[in-house]
Nanobody, 122 residues
Framework: QVQLVESGGGLVQAGGSLRLSCAAS????????MGWYHQAPGKQRELVAV???????KYADSVKGRFTISRDNAKNTVYLQMNSLKPEDTAVYYC????????????????WGKGTLVTVSS
């Protein structure tokens, strides 16, 4: 069993900062790609940022220069530092990871956390 648990969401004023964390636990051999998605009310889930095992990152245009994704492989944890938050950032943020549970698999499997709510007030 593999589980992803997000934390760090909450209520913050515009211009403030939050740091989201997502820890993967369970039967894990290795983790390839980790990322953050968000879903605002009435909208579909969208990619926010991803980071691969080599440290390469990609960001949605809306968060470039404001958010930073990072990971701690020893802790199987991915972080999202969110600065200069805007009301438009309000959404449920979901952690995603491609995880290998054995050393024999050719491809990892996608796992999702339950989400953490970020609310940015103006």
């Amino acid at each position: 069993q593999v589980q992803l648990v997000e934390s760090g969401g909450g209520l913050v004023q515009a211009g403030g900062s939050l740091r989201l964390s997502c820890a993967a636990s369970g039967s894990i051999f290795s983790i390839n790609v980790m990322g953050w998605y968000h879903q605002a009310p009435g909208k579909q889930r969208e990619l926010v940022a991803v980071i691969n095992s080599g440290g390469s990152t990609k960001y949605a245009d809306s968060v470039k220069g404001r958010f930073t994704i990072s990971r701690d492989n020893a802790k199987n944890t991915v972080y999202l530092q969110m600065n200069s938050l805007k009301p438009e950032d309000t959404a449920v943020y979901y952690c995603n990871a491609m995880i290998f549970t054995t050393p024999y698999s050719l491809h990892g499997m996608d796992y999702w956390g339950k989400g953490t709510l970020v609310t940015v007030s103006s």
